[in-house]
């Protein structure tokens, strides 16, 4: 073999392993996909509620991830999650980005970029210091106004109802939580729990069958004044083409109305151009919704992520469904006491049984003039920076849909004083 030959014979065989590494590659990520598909297609579908079985301990079954416990948790004592999610540049994006703490461990201060996290099923619901304050504003919505925070939607959504109510209230809360809730037996004819097991709040001594209610509503209602998290339920379209709004228990809508959405595509959702003040979000379709709609037929059972979104509220108020502040002359100084940074914890995972999605999200109310001062202004910078970041990437729309207009250089002006710019 002359060195011509050799030559030749090499890359001959450079490119022979680089097609075997390249197809190996694409092996694995088929099987992959095909072994989620078969975990799903796996899972008995859940027809009524006779299918749930109340779990009458914490002890998880094969379909039921492991639950971290915190044994010596103290929620009194437990400041809220600081979330932080600001970029100097807005992205419009379904990818996964990583997580950063403060360098000040004492402030707890949690730092996400807007794209998609890995969680832990362990995480997936917060309790602080607020929780009872939270809970008591949450019974008094749920009693005075019922028909705006609570829909258990057509016969389709009740099993995946039952399913989450079952895993919160027999498996995660006590499992998880075991200074707060704890599960117990009850006598024979109980009113309350039939006779069958339940869960006690150690906090407000209520009990919680562990066996769903007859009624989804009951159901929905009993989870809204459990735990201070908002949870959307996300059913399978029945032409297979994307995920509808199954059911809800939403305490803290902000700009939004879910009772006329239910049965809506999440697609149409985002789309809907009368669903508040503020209209249709940016560049949805252009940018998200195929991505959306790919990833939450692919999700699987085991899968947990996490993601955090920010705002400015021009009220205080927590339930905010109008998105009060999006239709108003520009801020004045006189405006400012009310101006908070809202900022949504959100969740998603699938339900095992029904193979429902399960959105969920946790709100955090922080006045503005704590937000001057934290960490000596270097927070109120990365706001303002984010703030004017909105107009320098991929959707510069969303300057306008988050009311910039309005309050923008009100709150640059405010958070400078604390921080390290003038504006």
Request: glycine share 6%; aromatic share 8%.
């Amino acid at each position: 073999m002359d060195l011509l030959e050799l030559i030749n014979y090499s890359e001959y065989a450079g490119l022979a392993l680089i097609l075997l590494f390249i197809s190996t590659k694409l092996l694995i990520w088929v099987a992959g996909r095909v072994r989620s598909l078969l975990h799903l297609r796996s899972q008995p579908k859940s027809t009524g509620v006779a299918e749930l079985k109340p779990l009458t301990e914490p002890t998880l079954s094969a379909e039921h991830h492991p639950i971290e416990p915190l044994p010596t948790f103290d929620w009194r004592n437990t400041q809220p999650l600081k979330l932080r999610p600001f970029s100097p540049k807005y992205h419009m994006t379904m990818g996964m980005h990583s997580i950063s703490w403060s360098t000040n461990p004492s402030l707890r201060v949690l730092t996400i970029m807007i794209a998609l996290e890995n969680t832990s099923p362990s995480d997936l619901i917060m309790m602080d210091n607020t929780y009872l304050d939270r809970i008591n504003l949450r019974k008094r919505l749920i009693e005075t106004d019922p028909h705006d925070v609570v829909e258990p939607g057509s016969t389709s959504a009740h099993p995946s109802v039952n399913e989450l109510y079952c895993w919160l209230v027999g498996v995660y809360l006590p499992s998880r939580y075991p200074t707060m809730f704890k599960l117990q037996s009850q006598a024979t004819g109980t009113e309350k729990s039939g006779g069958g097991p339940i869960m006690r709040s150690l906090i407000t001594g209520e009990d919680y069958p562990t066996e769903p209610p007859s009624n989804p509503t009951t159901a929905l209602k009993l989870l809204g004044t459990l735990v201070d998290e908002d949870f959307l339920i996300l059913l399978p379209a029945h032409d297979a083409d994307g995920y509808t709004l199954g059911a809800f228990m939403c305490c803290w809508p902000n700009g939004f109305h879910l009772r006329k959405m239910v049965g809506w595509r999440v697609r149409d959702i985002h789309e809907d151009l009368n669903n508040s003040d503020k209209g249709p979000v940016p560049r949805y379709k252009e940018k998200l919704q195929k991505s959306m709609d790919r990833y939450f037929n692919s999700i699987p059972v085991w899968k947990y992520v996490k993601r955090a979104n920010w705002s400015i509220s021009t009220t205080p108020t927590l339930h905010n469904p109008s998105g009060a502040g999006t239709k108003r002359p520009p801020a004045t100084t006189n405006d400012f006491p009310n101006y908070h940074l809202r900022c949504e914890r959100q969740t998603l995972h699938r339900l095992p049984r029904s193979n429902a999605l399960v959105f969920a999200f946790h709100t955090y109310m922080t006045p503005l003039s704590e937000i001057r001062d934290e960490e000596g202004g270097r927070v109120a910078d990365d706001l303002v920076t984010a703030i004017e970041g909105l107009t320098k990437g991929s959707v510069p729309e969303m300057y306008d849909y988050k009311g910039v207009a309005i309050w923008g250089e009100g709150v640059k002006r405010l958070l400078s004083r604390g921080g390290k710019r003038d504006v």
